[in-house]
């Protein structure tokens, strides 16, 4: 049973940083693509970054670009979203989401097989 466990939200200042993870298991996630969603508080869920399991090709949203960064580590099976630079709009519930890499559009969350239970971060001012 596949299973996905974001950790690392929490509560920033407006400018600072924040690191999340994402412990993948149940499988092997070779041939997948992981990616990072969020949904605040009145609004859809919103793609935020994406990487292919395989080659480590990264996608980011252009709201988070240049101030995110998605990475994977193979051995610990986990995927990280390093958040710099946090604004205010960043401030969402963050999910962690994995689907089987067959070229679909990576940026819509109904291609998604699995879903992890979400983080919270909150940035303030």
């Known amino acids: 049973q596949v299973q996905l466990v974001e950790s690392g939200g929490g509560l920033v200042q407006a400018g600072g940083s924040l690191s999340l993870s994402c412990a993948a298991s149940?499988?092997?996630?070779?041939?997948?693509?992981m990616g990072w969603f969020r949904q605040a508080p009145g609004k859809e869920r919103e793609y935020v970054a994406a990487i292919r399991w395989n080659y480590g090709n990264t996608y980011y949203a252009d709201s988070v670009k240049g101030r995110f960064t998605i990475s994977r580590d193979n051995a610990k099976n986990t995927v990280y979203l390093q958040m710099n630079n946090l604004k205010l709009e960043d401030t969402a519930v963050y999910y962690c989401t994995a689907m089987v890499d067959f070229g679909s559009d990576y940026r819509s969350p109904r291609n998604y097989d699995y879903w992890g239970q979400g983080t919270q971060v909150t940035v303030s001012s």
């Open positions: 149940g499988r092997t996630f070779s041939g997948f693509v």
